[in-house]
């Protein structure tokens, strides 16, 4: 299977996709959303968040990266598309999924899903600006409130000359709460041409074989399921491959630190960690005393000296 890593905002940042492309199994990555509202953003704005555009749009592990575009009006979008594309991403995405109320209240993200027609001249706007040699692609929801409109705005995107679309399999008014309803997609991928990837509650090998079944689709798009368990894309590309062990995840999760020393500003480095800390405790037993160590550090040295400094007992051992 193709498995994509997906945009996730104050999560899956450039700090992040370093580290999660590293493990092995991530075919492609999309960015975290650049917000695109009413101006002409510079250069170093899509920099900020697609730091990998200095570098070839990928990862230093080779990965390639599409930048996510998010906004609602489509002569505003085009024009920051242009100029983005002069970037030499791997190509663009377009966020019709996001279901922040700020975002929504604004008309971006999944309350664009209630206007299939504005869906369909964002894309062809984007689609005429930039060259024909750089994708251009989606991510929507079911839709915003209800899905009675997925295959529209799925035909819609499809018609403005998107070649891919990935599809989470829930609506904005779901949220994150389980289930992620694969089979709907199935319906939308008999209704378009251009290539579908489902995403949507895909934490283990069995979810991946789960939604490739249900959904009918050959690639993924993995979240929060990553964050987790680092290991999962290359358990699932590779059948039989050994988990990866928490000793292996420590190397990581120091690099993780390195890099968030060195990019992001000083008062927000421990909730970084902490961060991924908390979700790496679904899959390894052994994050629960990692974080226990530091969930109320917030002095960026104290946490190097607690979690990195030394050898702490927290390294091999489950929580006491």
């Known amino acids: 299977m193709t498995l994509l890593l997906a945009p996730m905002e104050g999560l899956l940042d450039f700090t992040l996709r370093d580290i999660l492309t590293?493990?092995?199994?991530?075919?492609?990555?999309v960015s975290e959303f650049i917000r695109v509202s009413g101006t002409l953003l510079?250069?170093?704005a899509f920099v900020r968040v697609v730091p990998e555009l200095n570098h070839g749009g990928r990862t230093r592990a080779g990965v390639p990266?599409?930048?996510?575009?998010m906004g609602s009006d489509p002569v505003c979008l085009a024009e920051n598309a242009a100029r983005l594309a002069g970037l030499g991403p791997a190509g663009i995405d377009l966020n019709f999924g996001c279901p922040a109320k700020v975002v929504?209240?604004?008309?971006?993200?999944?309350a664009l899903?209630?206007?299939?027609?504005?869906?369909?001249?964002?894309v062809s706007a984007v689609r005429r600006a930039v060259p024909r040699s750089?994708?251009?692609?989606?991510?929507?929801?079911?839709?915003?409130?209800?899905?009675?409109?997925?295959?529209?705005?799925?035909?819609?995107?499809e018609g403005a000359g998107a070649s891919e679309l990935v599809v989470h399999a829930r609506t904005k008014a779901h949220g994150y709460k389980p289930p992620a309803y694969w089979e709907r997609i199935r319906d939308i991928r008999a209704h378009v041409s251009i290539p579908v990837i489902a995403n949507g509650e895909i934490w283990s090998v069995a979810d991946a074989l789960r939604c490739r079944e249900q959904s009918g689709c050959d690639a993924l798009m993995l979240g929060r399921g990553q964050v987790c368990d680092p290991g999962l894309a290359l358990a699932i590309a590779r059948p039989g491959h050994a988990p990866l062990a928490w000793e292996a995840l420590l190397p990581?999760?120091?690099?993780?630190?390195q890099l968030i020393k060195a990019h992001i500003e000083p008062r927000a480095r421990a909730g970084r960690l902490k961060q991924w800390l908390n979700y790496l405790r679904r899959r390894h037993p052994q994050a629960e005393a990692a974080y226990a160590a530091v969930r109320t550090e917030n002095d960026p040295a104290r946490v190097s000296q607690t979690l990195f400094g030394t050898e702490p007992a927290w390294h091999h051992g489950a929580p006491g």
């Open 65 to 69: 990266v599409r930048a996510q575009l």
């Open 42 to 44: 510079p250069e170093r």
């Open 104 to 110: 929504n209240r604004h008309g971006g993200g999944a």
């Open 134 to 157: 750089m994708p251009v692609s989606a991510k929507m929801r079911l839709g915003n409130l209800c899905d009675t409109r997925a295959v529209e705005c799925a035909q819609a995107i």
């Open 113 to 122: 899903l209630d206007d299939p027609e504005l869906v369909a001249r964002i």
């Open 252 to 257: 990581l999760m120091a690099e993780f630190w």
């Open 22 to 29: 590293r493990v092995g199994g991530i075919d492609r990555c």
